[in-house]
Each structure stands twice: as C-alpha cells, then as structure tokens.
C-alpha cells in the first residue's frame, strides 16, 4: 500500500488514564483516512481499557494489530502496534519518518516521565525523540485536579514547544450523546495535527 502525499505517519500512545475513548476514537480516524500510525498501548491502558469500554483488545501485538485492521478496514502496513519495550521500533529514533506523536489521554505518570526524559519504555523514548527533533507532541491530559507537579510538568513541557490539550469538551455545539463529545476532543486533536476532519465544525461555521 503507498500512501498519498497528503497521508501523515502519527505515534498514538494511549496511557493508563481514564479517557481512553478519546485515544480509541483517534485511531479509528486515522486508520479510516489511511493514515499511518504507530500504535503503543500501555499495560495500564489494557486495563483500563477493559475497565471503560466493552471492548477485547488482546495483550498480544500481533493479534491486536490484526484485529484492529479488520475492525476498521485498514491495510495491515497501515498499522504498527509497537510494545512498550520494543526498543528496535522506528520510532525510537530521530531518524524515522514520523510527522507527529500524540498521548492520548496522557496519564500524569506518563507526563511527568517525558518532562524529564526518563526514557524508560517506548511511549517515553518515542516522546522524547519527537521533542528533540522539534516535530509536533500532543498531549491530552485527562485529571482533575492539577496539582502544583502537574502544572509544572505541563507548563515545562509548553515551553519545550508540546501541545497541552487537556481533554475538557466544549459544548457549545450542544452535544446529544457520550459519542458527540467525544468527538469533539477528537477534531480539536486532529485540527493540531494538520489533517482535516468532519467531526465537528471549526468555530463560526
């Protein structure tokens, strides 16, 4: 599969916070717009996973990329699903052809790791390569409240140049359903991203 110009290739972390519909729904916006991505499910994102929605996805990588393109019809070059040690991934380094990473939602472990560069596991290192090489990191907190650390992880993090889109919905587009504000995270993450999308209208139109 060759994809087209206007295609990008995107890191999608989903952490072990509460939110993951967000990230989920993200995925599927992609994939259907035969995006690339780079897929990394944390072991506290399965859980929660299993927690949140009524969905099986499957620990194991492989079954997990294969269900994931069958459920929404993607190529299976289209989707990597990296583990969270699989330090020989591309995206572990600078020199890969990634355009941009989003966290999502981003837990305040996960956050306070990148803000230092622990570079522990691959959602880290991934993060931190993104950084380095001055390419787009979005990051969608999901926590209330912040305290002092999460602030000043999060405002270090701005001033490094990450996107901190915290995952509070509008509503003024008055939304009916669980699913509409959902989506309504989901375009703001998208509009960050460059790549166009139909979920939600921009302001005024």
């Excluded at 993090?157 to 003024?172: D, E, H, K």
């Amino acid at each position: 599969m060759t994809l087209d110009s206007d295609k990008k290739t995107i890191v999608l972390a989903i952490s072990g916070a509460s939110g993951v519909q967000y990230g989920i729904r993200l995925l599927e916006q992609l994939l259907t717009h035969e995006h690339k991505v780079y897929l990394l499910v944390t072991r506290a994102a399965h859980v929660v996973i299993s927690m949140e929605t009524e969905l099986a996805w499957p620990a194991n990588n492989h079954e997990l990329h294969d269900q994931l393109c069958k459920r929404y019809g993607a190529d299976e070059h289209q989707l990597k699903v990296c583990g969270e040690s699989e330090w020989a991934s591309p995206i572990a380094s600078g020199s890969s052809a990634v355009d941009a990473m989003v966290v999502c939602p981003c837990s305040m472990g996960s956050l306070s790791s990148i803000a230092v560069g622990a570079s522990v596991n691959l959602l880290e290192r991934a993060a931190d390569v993104i950084l380095k090489e001055r390419k787009k990191l979005v990051l969608v907190p999901r926590e209330t409240p912040f305290s002092d650390i999460h602030l000043e992880n999060m405002l270090k993090l701005s001033r490094m140049g990450a996107v901190i889109l915290s995952a509070n919905p509008g509503f003024y587009n008055k939304p009916q359903t669980v699913e509409d504000i959902v989506d309504f995270m989901v375009a703001r993450i998208l509009d960050h991203l460059d790549i166009k999308q139909s979920l939600q209208p921009k302001w005024g139109e």
